[in-house]
């Protein structure tokens, strides 16, 4: 009797296959190449914003900072006739997204808020009565010898030394809280990867464009995309305008083409004016979105004007600003619930396979395959408990009441994950929360927080503040360009 092997047999043999076969994108060029693209990003960040005052890099989803290496990169690589794969080249871009968010938006604020209580005190403010007591010693540098002054003024003498000693431990227990932070999203993300993969199969719209740059086509050193005229079309006209107006940068006198200028149409009496400017990069990652995603985004904000309208005709809510919300207090609070309501929706809809995660990450019966994971289940559900508990008790020890911390930590929590859920589903470039987890606290506790606890709250906008540029997103798009390339 003849024997064939079955078909679902082969198609476990194809897929190891394919995943061995992905894995020369570890290469020592890609580790190099994406090592050397991880300190352009560190370095060139904080210069451009801070020293030159030019465009802000890694403020997005996809930055300019991996956008145009992963262009220059493509093109070096059809001159060089592949010389890179393009698992390779994705190895590159992935290392380029995780890192993005780290020079401005965690390292530049950790060290921010972590100088100025000494260095900002005056008389005026009070700070040395009402916030010095309440700092956590061996989260804020020592201020003596002239530490915080130094560091924003620089050393006074050459033959003076940093002050190395006042910065070391602090700065460890920020690393400590870093790396569990940053954990503790990797793990998030891939106990979800399959579902939002493989159930829902939400699209990834930003992970188009590195798949695009980077699709082989046989006999062709360059990817199907960039021999097309439409897009050079599309690359030649913002390009174009952006370089002509670069020369006005420099000689204000220059005529210049008012690209990034508002056209304010008042659509709706009593509202604020539907503020209309041409950005190229949102346009192009909004075209690869889904239609009923794109409708949603601009429905939703004439449904916002219409609301604002109607409150400043009735003035039954205060519209003044808050430092906790992002857009008036009432709407900031109905954009939140929506906010909760989505994340735990989202998890809702994961119930099964997050249950069928805990199975095999105890061992139990109805375990799922996770070997194709970035993490085994059991190391991401431990892993990931075993963070959040680190981060409760740095939260705790810096001074935030046990229950606040635990109330807090959810709030933030909910923030990355339904930041990452909207990258993810609709290509937004740009998106922040609409309400900050701080503010949830300060909603919920009140005037009882007292000195102690606000103090202790205050430094937690190091790490959850500005929600741009956060890690869970950039996590989740470097999976699915992983996972593109080891199940295509």
């Known amino acids: 009797m003849q024997k064939r092997i079955p078909t679902h047999y082969l198609s476990h043999l194809s897929d190891r296959y394919l995943v061995e076969l ?12 994406g090592l050397g693209l991880v300190v352009a990003i560190s370095i060139g960040s904080p210069y451009s914003i801070w020293m030159v ?19 220059f990169l493509v093109l070096g690589n059809a001159l060089l006739k592949r010389a890179l794969s393009a698992a390779e080249l994705i190895t590159i871009i992935i290392m380029g997204l995780v890192a993005s968010g780290m020079p401005i938006f965690m390292v530049g604020l950790i060290l921010s808020i972590i100088s100025k209580p000494y260095y900002g005190a005056l008389p005026t403010n009070q700070w040395a009565e009402y916030v010095h007591p309440y700092l956590p010693d061996w ?24 002050p190395w000693e006042a910065w070391a431990a602090p700065l460890l227990w920020w690393l400590l809280l870093v790396l569990a932070i940053y954990f503790v999203g990797l793990c998030s993300v891939v106990l979800l990867r399959r579902h939002w993969m493989e159930r829902e199969r939400l699209t990834f719209p930003l992970t188009e464009v590195a798949l695009m740059l980077t699709e082989e ?33 420099f000689y204000p006198g220059l005529a210049q083409v008012p690209v990034f200028r508002e056209w304010a149409f008042v659509l709706i009496p009593q509202a604020p004016p539907l503020n209309l400017i041409l950005y190229f ?47 008036g207090i009432p709407l900031s609070w109905q954009s939140w619930g929506a906010f909760v309501a989505m994340v735990g929706w989202s998890l809702w809809m994961a119930r099964s396979h997050l249950a069928a995660v805990w199975r095999t990450a105890l061992g139990r019966a109805g375990r799922i395959d996770d070997s194709d994971e970035m993490i085994s289940y059991r190391a991401a559900v431990g892993g990931g408990l075993a963070g959040l508990c680190f981060i409760l008790g740095w939260l705790w020890r810096s001074g935030l009441d046990l229950h606040l911390a635990a109330f807090y930590l959810a709030a933030a929590l909910t923030i990355f994950l339904g930041i990452t859920r ?49 890690f869970m997103p950039s996590a989740a798009n470097a999976l699915k360009l992983h996972d593109y390339y080891t199940h295509r």
């Open 281 to 327: 990069p949102v346009l192009g990652f909004m075209y690869l979105a889904p239609l009923a995603i794109s409708f949603s985004v601009w429905f939703f904000h004439l449904l916002y004007l219409v609301q604002l309208g109607l409150i400043t005709e009735t003035g039954l809510f205060n519209l003044r600003a808050d430092p906790f919300v992002y857009s």
């Open 422 to 470: 909207l990258v993810v589903q609709a290509g937004l470039h740009y998106l922040t929360t609409p309400m900050s987890a701080q503010g949830m606290v300060v909603a919920a506790a009140g005037s009882a927080l007292g000195p102690q606890n606000l103090v202790a709250l205050a430094l937690t906008f190091a790490w959850c503040s500005d929600g741009q540029s956060t």
């Open 53 to 71: 005052g030019s465009s802000e890099m890694t403020w997005s989803y996809f930055p300019i900072a991996v956008g145009a290496p992963l262009f």
């Open 139 to 162: 989260a804020i540098p020592d201020p003596a010898h002239d530490a915080m002054r130094f560091f924003y003024e620089g050393l006074p003498s050459k033959d003076l030394a940093i």
């Open 22 to 33: 992905a894995g020369s994108g570890l290469s020592w060029r890609s580790m190099l190449l």
């Open 217 to 249: 086509a046989p006999g062709s050193a360059l990817p199907p995309a960039l021999k097309t005229q439409v897009f050079w079309i599309g690359f030649a006209v913002p390009f174009g305008l952006i370089a002509f107006n670069i020369p006005s940068y």
